[in-house]
């Protein structure tokens, strides 16, 4: 199994347990609570089985300061949307399963470039799987999923349902979009990427597992992905915080990072 197969059979172990739950008895915070252990013992289960020596950035686990120094580091969200899964009758969850991978240094086998710190862009994500299971879908970074042509009619801009940052409503205005409320950020992007949605727009607060596997996804579809500013997206940063976030259309990017400019 590579590695992109892996990070989709994670993202099916995952959703192979959160399904049933979903079906049970538990409801509320205790079906959020159980969802999110349940999918992490699937995911950590798979990555402790077929890749042992490989450190993890998870949701749902210690941040292990081991992984500033790994050459390979899953960084993962076994259950985004967990309001949305607690919902019971809502789509609009995922999980999220990303490989970020240490770029050789020159004259090193295996360490940073020199003068680069630890998770100073040293490294870079090369593999993802995001899950969709009450949709039963994984899109994966390889094969790439193909953006389907925008439909007819006004542009629309993903946002969070539950917290939407008026930047987000600035730039819809700014583009005469309509907004598109929605949860989770791993939906938000797919979103993005299935053509729901022509633009995410994201601030205020997010980890680095949020957006991971999505923007890995994303970026191989061929998208725009970067901070609210379009500096890049850092991955395997020491702060796992990773506030804010724009995917988008390629040829919407200057539109929406001028109208997020403006509203900074
Ligand atoms: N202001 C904020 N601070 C911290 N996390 C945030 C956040 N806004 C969104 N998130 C996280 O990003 C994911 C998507 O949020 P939203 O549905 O609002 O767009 C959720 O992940 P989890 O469901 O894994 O906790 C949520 O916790
Ligand atoms: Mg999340």
């Known amino acids: 199994m590579n590695d992109v197969e892996l990070a989709a059979a994670a993202a099916r172990a995952a959703a192979d347990v959160l399904l049933p739950l979903r079906g049970g008895d538990l409801a509320g915070g205790a079906l959020g609570d159980a969802g999110d252990a349940a999918a992490q013992r699937a995911v950590a289960a798979l990555l402790a089985e077929h890749r042992p020596d490989d450190a993890v950035l998870s949701e749902e686990a210690a941040d292990d300061p081991v992984r500033l120094g790994a050459d390979r580091v899953w960084i993962v969200d076994p259950l985004d949307g967990t309001k949305e899964y607690r919902a019971g009758d809502r789509h609009d969850w995922a999980v999220h399963v990303a490989l970020w991978e240490r770029r050789p240094g020159p004259g090193s086998g295996s360490g940073a470039a020199p003068g680069a710190a630890p998770g100073d862009a040293a490294g870079d994500l090369t593999a993802a799987a995001v899950g969709l299971p009450a949709l039963d879908e994984v899109l994966t970074t390889a094969p790439a999923p ?18 939407p940052p008026e930047v987000a409503r ?48 994303a970026r191989a579809a061929g998208l725009w992905t970067s901070r609210l500013d379009g500096s890049p997206l850092v991955y395997n940063a020491p702060d796992p915080w990773l506030p804010d976030l724009v995917v988008c259309r390629p040829e919407l990017a200057d539109r929406v990072l001028a109208a997020a400019r403006r509203e900074a």
């Open 170 to 217: 600035a730039v819809a205005t700014a583009l005469g979009a309509d907004l598109v409320p929605l949860g989770s950020a791993g939906y938000k992007v797919l979103a993005v990427v299935r053509s729901e949605a022509d633009a995410y727009v994201h601030a205020g607060g997010m980890y680095q597992w949020d957006s991971a596997a999505p923007v890995a996804v």
């Open 146 to 163: 193909v953006v389907p042509p925008r439909p007819a009619g006004p542009l629309r801009v993903a946002v969070s349902r539950s917290r």
